[in-house]
C-alpha cells in the first residue's frame, strides 16, 4: 500500500510562493495519476491540479497561470509550485493518489497561509 506525505506548506505575504512536495512510499506512482486538492475551513475540498500518468496536467480556474504540478515517476515525487499567492489560497493541501480499483489514498495534508 502506498503513502504519502506532504512537505513545503507554511506562511507566506500576498503575492509569494511555495512549492510543496508529495513524497510517495510503499508503491511507485509511475502508471498512477496524481493530484493536488485543498480544503479551506468550512469549505468543500476541491480540486487544485492534476497530473495524468502520461503527464497531461488540469488546473482550477483559480490557480491556472499561477500554480504548476509536477511529477519525478523516478523519485516517487509529485510537486506544486504555487506563485502569487493570494489570501483566498490559505487552505490545508492534500496529495491524492488515484488508483484504478479500489479508494484513492490521501496524505495528511499541509498547511498554507497567505497573509499580510
Known amino acids: 500500500q502506498v503513502q504519502l506525505v506532504e512537505s513545503g506548506g507554511g506562511l507566506v505575504h500576498p503575492g509569494g510562493s511555495l512549492r510543496l512536495s508529495c513524497a510517495a512510499s510503499?508503491?511507485?506512482?509511475?502508471?498512477?495519476?496524481m493530484g493536488w486538492y485543498r480544503q479551506a475551513p468550512g469549505k468543500e475540498r476541491e480540486l487544485v491540479a492534476s497530473?495524468?500518468?502520461?503527464?497531461?496536467?488540469t488546473y482550477a480556474d483559480s490557480v491556472k497561470d499561477r500554480f504548476t504540478i509536477s511529477r519525478d515517476n523516478a523519485k516517487n515525487l509529485v510537486f506544486l509550485q504555487m506563485n502569487g499567492l493570494k489570501p483566498e489560497d490559505t487552505a490545508v493541501y492534500y496529495c491524492?493518489?488515484?488508483?484504478?480499483?479500489?479508494?484513492?489514498?490521501w496524505g495528511q495534508g499541509t498547511q498554507v497561509t497567505v497573509s499580510s
Open positions: 497530473i495524468s500518468n502520461d503527464g497531461t496536467r
Open positions: 510503499g508503491s511507485t506512482i509511475r502508471s498512477n495519476n
Open positions: 491524492k493518489y488515484w488508483l484504478r480499483f479500489g479508494p484513492p489514498v
